[in-house]
């Protein structure tokens, strides 16, 4: 049960959402993958939670350091789309 | 016929093929698409020649205009894999 309906989220929020699951599906820590993508833990950390407006070019990185396609990290995830029913 | 080998494509230059193909199949010339997502025509130039390291929340405003999926402004097109084989 819930309220019948589900605000809309943004881009920076599926983002954040689908890179903390599939990091933790990698069992890598933030340290981990910053360190592979080569960026700042802080910097994975604020992406986590939707605070930055991250670039194309940082999404690409945190991509191929998780070895998944940029669109896998950009589609909202299907359990999200399960709860709306 | 071809080299027999592809360069991988850029997020970017995904981004930028894909923002042109749906803008163009939408009939919207970059002055009609850049007013309906409140950016810069020479913005949207800028992002449609790989020029730019475009945001997540501009990203959004594209896909958004466009109607589409953020996802699929992100996905390698079909006929792109289609000429790898």
Redo the contacts between chains.
């Keep these: 049960m819930g309220t019948g309906r589900t605000r809309a989220l943004?881009?920076?929020e599926?983002?954040a959402a689908n890179l903390k699951r599939v990091r933790l599906s990698a069992g890598l820590s933030q340290e981990k993958l910053a360190a592979r993508a080569r960026l700042h833990p802080n910097y994975v950390g604020s992406v986590e939670r939707s605070e930055r407006?991250?670039?194309?070019?940082n999404?690409?990185k945190l991509?191929r350091a998780l070895g998944v396609?940029?669109?896998?990290l950009?589609?909202?995830p299907s359990d999200r789309e399960g709860r709306q029913q």
């Design positions: 943004s881009a920076r599926v983002f407006n991250v670039s194309i070019d999404v690409e991509a396609p940029i669109a896998q950009l589609s909202v």
